[in-house]
């Protein structure tokens, strides 16, 4: 597992867009649920909540106590053993955050075989990510990081303790913008276009072009900010200072 999770940290920026394609290519997102197009939107709403959850939880992180999560040369590094923020209620809350996004979006999908495949793989890459990220802290910070573990939960975040563990910090939200901007973007269009692959493979796909055009339009909306964003970022006319 510490093998495939150095495996997978190091090339998880081309991988995962792959094995996303390649699960939604599978089957084509049901329309209905038992034969009744409500249930199908109940489904959708409560898909679009979890990756909300997701967002948030991602975006509380960064804002209160960002770490880099990108490693050294694309291996798994950690100069500081951050305890603070999030990382005071959960051991990995970035993960977390991701795989509440990842179960959004293939609920989004719904088809059964692509949901349990998708969430079951993603689920073991970040078990195995974990896993090499724990050995290498383990190994460079001894006792203080078996005594960070034994009081902090790996993957569910222990919110009865936020108060304790924000107490005196600063959220930042430029700072949310600026690291998370294209987490956002990416979650936001992958949501909107299984929408649209669901739409334009029904047979009567035209009796829906409004709502096809509108997923559409909201696809080029996110993009356009995403790039905006990134410009700015880029030129310095957008900085996390306030």
Not at 36 to 43: A, C, F, M, N, T
Not at 124 to 135: G, P, Q, V
Request: glycine share 8%; net charge positive.
């Amino acid at each position: 597992m510490i093998k495939a999770g150095n495996f997978f940290f190091r090339h998880r920026n081309r991988l995962f867009p792959v094995i996303m394609i390649g699960l939604f290519m599978l089957a084509v997102p049901p329309s209905q649920i038992f034969h009744r197009e409500i249930y199908e939107h109940i489904k959708d709403i409560l898909a679009l909540a979890i990756a909300l959850a997701g967002l948030t939880l991602r975006g509380m992180v960064i804002g209160y106590a960002y770490i880099k999560r990108g490693g050294m040369n694309k291996k798994v590094y950690a100069e500081n053993l951050v305890t603070e923020g999030l990382f005071g209620i959960c051991r990995n809350p970035l993960y977390a955050g991701n795989m509440l996004i990842y179960t959004g979006v293939f609920l989004m999908h719904g088809n059964p075989l692509v949901m349990a495949i998708g969430i079951g793989v993603f689920f073991f890459i970040y078990r195995c990510i974990i896993r090499a990220e724990e050995t290498y802290l383990r190994e460079k910070f001894g006792d203080g990081y078996l005594a960070y573990c034994t009081d902090v939960p790996r993957w569910i975040p222990r919110f009865s303790r936020l108060r304790d563990t924000t107490e005196g910090m600063r959220f930042n939200f430029r700072r949310v913008i600026l690291k998370d901007y294209s987490t956002i973007a990416t979650t936001l269009v992958t949501l909107a276009i299984i929408e649209e692959y669901e739409y334009l493979a029904l047979p009567d796909y035209a009796r829906h072009l409004p709502y096809i055009e509108w997923m559409a339009a909201a696809i080029v909306l996110a993009v356009v900010a995403a790039i905006a964003i990134r410009v700015l970022k880029k030129r310095k006319w957008l900085t996390e200072a306030a």
